[in-house]
């Protein structure tokens, strides 16, 4: 059964304390690996797509990195306004879409200043 | 370039009711897909439309229902409103089925 798991469920930092999440997965057949953001009560904002082994992506102080098994959303320096849930989700066939994302439950990240 | 729009924003239900959740999608997008996201959880997957036509289920019954329109807009029609429906429900455009989903704001959905 397509799977992911991501840890930890919440992160408390102090700004400009770096870390990393991470996101694991099983499924047959990814065909991209999506990080967003999300702020309480919103939609997901879209951050980054991965589609193979080795591949990583930058975006200000995000970096998203992929391997066979599992992701990772490094946070560099975070300030306050990183503060939000980021959720990990997969592209996998299934119930006929092809297109169908299998989402993680999210890590909440709180940085203080 | 307009993004996802959902309306309303905010919805009140009794059980047993039945409810229509509304979603534009991002200028130049024909595919539509719909989550459900209870408190606490990641979106769970309840359909799609690709050119007016369902193009995949995910594991929700048969009373949860939808249409897409030739504008691309889409619509989720839930019958026989259950406790458990209450939660966000989003909305998400791609530009084919295959590429990136931008979603929309939400519809919070309480059923009393």
């Known amino acids: 059964e397509d799977q992911v798991t991501q840890s930890p469920e919440a992160l408390r930092l102090q700004e400009g304390e770096s870390s990393s999440l991470n996101c694991s997965y099983t499924v047959s057949g990814l065909r991209g690996l999506f990080w967003y953001r999300q702020d309480p009560g919103k939609g997901p904002e879209f951050l980054f797509t991965?589609?193979?082994a080795g591949e990583e992506k930058e975006k200000e102080r995000l970096k998203a990195t992929l391997t066979k098994k599992e992701s990772f959303l490094h946070i560099t320096a975070p300030k306050p306004e990183d503060s939000a849930t980021y959720l990990c989700a997969v592209q996998a066939p299934g119930g006929g879409a092809t297109n169908k994302l299998i989402f993680g439950t999210g890590t909440l990240l709180a940085v203080q200043p | 370039e307009t993004g996802v729009t959902q309306s309303p924003t905010h919805l009140i239900k009794t059980r047993g009711q039945q409810v229509t959740l509304r979603c534009s999608s991002q200028?130049?997008?024909?595919?539509v897909s719909w989550y459900q996201q209870a408190l606490g959880q990641g979106p769970q997957f309840i359909f799609q439309y690709y050119r007016e036509e369902e193009n995949g289920r995910g594991n929700f019954p048969p009373r949860f229902s939808g249409l897409q329109f030739p504008n691309y807009s889409s619509e989720l029609n839930v019958n026989a409103l259950e406790l458990d429906d209450s939660a966000l429900y989003l909305c998400?455009?791609?530009?084919?089925?295959?590429?990136?989903?931008?979603f929309g704001p939400g519809t919070r959905l309480l059923v009393l």
């Open positions: 998400a455009s791609s530009f084919l089925v295959q590429e990136t989903q931008y």
């Open positions: 200028s130049g997008h024909n595919t």
């Open positions: 991965l589609y193979s």
